[in-house]
């Protein structure tokens, strides 16, 4: 095991451990064995953000004489420095789109099987794995502090700029310094945990919001021509009322362009669309300064002086997690919502029944925690919206010990990415699987479902920090459009494209017609 010298490891579990909600889950006693990894960081730490994974190597556990790692299929050959990745080189060079990661994904599964190994950037190994057995071990292997493999460019943005970040920030953070930055943020996931207490004010907001859409909408034809444009707007409203207890006023009518709401939603998304052009292109950013590369600069330094306006203001104490909070549940639980209300419009017969149901609980509108809890085909249509289009695609871990995997020894260090988006679509695990079908989620029907096959927040200690505040505004959102309007949607399907993460190509359209 090695350590790196900003960053030691320690095997010793802190205390507050204890406090942590998994432990009950019986979570504890196995990651608390497990030590954490590292990230070497010297002087020059632009040569050094190699993630050192303490690593336990010995027979996989598994399965009893697995296939050597080197016998994995997959695409060939493994040119230098690329790898493999010269199935996305652009014009027309490779056979796939970068974009269409979860397309390509679904044809390489039907060419090499449940498991294929791919090299990319230096030819470092990625296995990808789609099936829900193995999606089990992985995350049953996790370890204390779970891993996934940094995002390079942005480690080495933040320690580059020292004077306004302490900390890489928690989703990029790994082992002991994750492990600190997540203890310090358990007030706040507390504060998400009695989320129903704060449903009165999000119910306002939803309101709001109610009024802001009549109020975007074609006044004749009420169409809504860009609802991802609203939707950044309410989540950015919602996540501000959760951080600092006061609204922002990103639901007025009249949000002009220099308005902090609106530099913020600006900044999010030049944000994720920096993260997919660094996280996918060739690691140039660290030889010279990139278009990509001064677009991340660009969006966090938007966020970061917003930031430190407001902080300086509420004398918060964990600032730090608010950048995080804001840059990764904004575009992910706003383009969440967009699909799930997409589903919904091309639907008719399930948007009939979710209004009988809201209808029947809530009569008069108004959502609270305990109507919400008698809404179980609410909660069955945000499933399945998560089913056929994930915010996420999957989910990817680095692994302290040998796993078998599939038949296959897979060595402690390797990055492994579980497939669950094309895994949910094969009709061995979904029969239909095109077809939006709440009704799968729930009685004798949902017992048939593996409960690993779909993670849309991830599993276990690392998983979304934001999980609860994001099904809130799912279901309260979805309950209070539907209840007030009728969806409709025309003109041809909406395509996904990967930006990071899974998103609409374009901006969605909908026809709000007034119950
Ligand atoms: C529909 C909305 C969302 C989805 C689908 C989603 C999904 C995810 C997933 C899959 C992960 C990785 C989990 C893992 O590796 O096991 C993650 C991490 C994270 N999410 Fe979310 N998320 C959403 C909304 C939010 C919101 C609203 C916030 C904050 C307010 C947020 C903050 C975070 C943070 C800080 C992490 C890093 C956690 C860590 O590494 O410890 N997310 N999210």
Redesign the pocket.
């Known amino acids: 095991m090695s350590s790196g010298t900003g960053l030691a490891v320690s095997r010793s579990c802190p205390s507050l451990l204890k406090l942590l909600p998994w432990r009950r889950a019986g979570l504890y006693r196995l990651a608390s064995e497990t030590p954490c990894a590292s990230v070497h960081v010297n002087e020059k730490h632009e040569e050094n953000l190699e993630i050192q994974v303490p690593k336990h190597t010995h027979m996989a556990h598994g399965c009893r004489s697995p296939l050597p790692f080197s016998s994995i299929p997959g695409p060939w050959p493994s040119l230098p420095l690329v790898g493999t990745g010269w199935q996305y080189f652009p014009w027309g060079l490779g056979q796939y789109d970068i974009f269409k990661l979860h397309e390509a994904n679904y044809d390489k599964y039907k060419r090499y099987g449940q498991i294929f190994k791919e090299e990319f950037q230096w030819r470092h190994p990625v296995v990808q794995v789609f099936n829900p057995t193995d999606f089990e071990t992985i995350?049953r292997r996790?370890g204390r502090c779970?891993l996934?493999p940094v995002n390079q460019f942005l480690t080495y943005y933040r320690l580059s700029n020292p004077e306004k970040y302490t900390s890489v920030?928690?989703?990029?953070?790994v082992g002991e310094e994750?492990y600190r930055?997540?203890i310090a943020?358990a007030p706040v996931l507390l504060k998400?945990k009695t989320l129903h207490h704060s449903l009165p004010i999000l119910n306002d907001i939803s309101n709001d919001m109610i009024s802001l859409l009549k109020n975007l909408r074609d006044d004749k034809s009420h169409k809504l021509e860009n609802l991802q444009e609203a939707l950044y707007r309410l989540?950015l409203e919602?996540?501000w009322m959760?951080?600092l207890e006061r609204r922002l006023g990103c639901l007025n009518r009249g949000l002009v362009e220099s308005s902090d709401g609106a530099v913020m939603i600006s900044a999010v998304q030049k944000l994720f669309e920096a993260y997919h052009e660094l996280y996918f292109g060739l690691p140039l950013w660290k030889y010279f300064s990139t278009a990509s590369y001064r677009k991340l600069d660009e969006a966090e330094s938007d966020i970061y002086d917003w930031r430190s306006f407001y902080c300086k203001f509420y004398y918060l104490n964990y600032q730090l997690?608010i950048i995080?909070?804001?840059?990764?549940?904004?575009f992910?639980?706003g383009?969440?919502?967009v699909l799930l209300l997409y589903h919904m419009a091309k639907n008719p017969d399930v948007q009939e029944r979710l209004y009988q149901e809201i209808c029947q609980v809530a009569p008069d509108g108004e959502i609270t925690s305990e109507r919400l809890a008698r809404m179980p085909y609410l909660k069955a249509c945000v499933k399945e919206s998560?089913r056929l289009s994930?915010?996420?695609p999957g989910?990817?871990?680095i692994l302290p010990e040998d796993v078998c995997l599939s038949g296959y020894q897979i060595p402690a260090g390797t990055p492994i990415f579980t497939q669950f988006m094309v895994t949910c679509q094969l009709p061995q695990y979904f029969p239909n699987p095109h077809k939006f079908y709440p009704e799968r989620w729930m009685g004798a029907l949902r017992k048939q479902i593996h409960p690993f096959i779909m993670?849309?927040?991830?599993?276990?200690?690392?998983?979304?920090?934001?999980?609860r505040?994001?099904?809130m505004?799912?279901y309260t959102t979805l309950a209070k459009i539907v209840y007030n309007f009728r969806l409709e949607h025309s003109g041809e399907d909406v395509d996904l494209i990967c930006a990071f993460?899974i998103v609409p190509s374009k901006p969605v359209a909908l026809i709000l017609r007034d119950r």
Request: glycine residues 10%.
């Open positions: 995350f996790q779970p996934r920030g928690l989703a990029n953070a994750w930055l997540r943020l998400m989540v919602f996540t959760l951080c997690t995080d909070f804001i840059a990764g549940g904004v992910t639980t383009n969440a919502i998560f994930p915010t996420i989910i990817m871990r993670l849309p927040f991830g599993y276990g200690f690392r998983m979304c920090a934001g999980r505040l994001a099904e505004e799912m993460v």
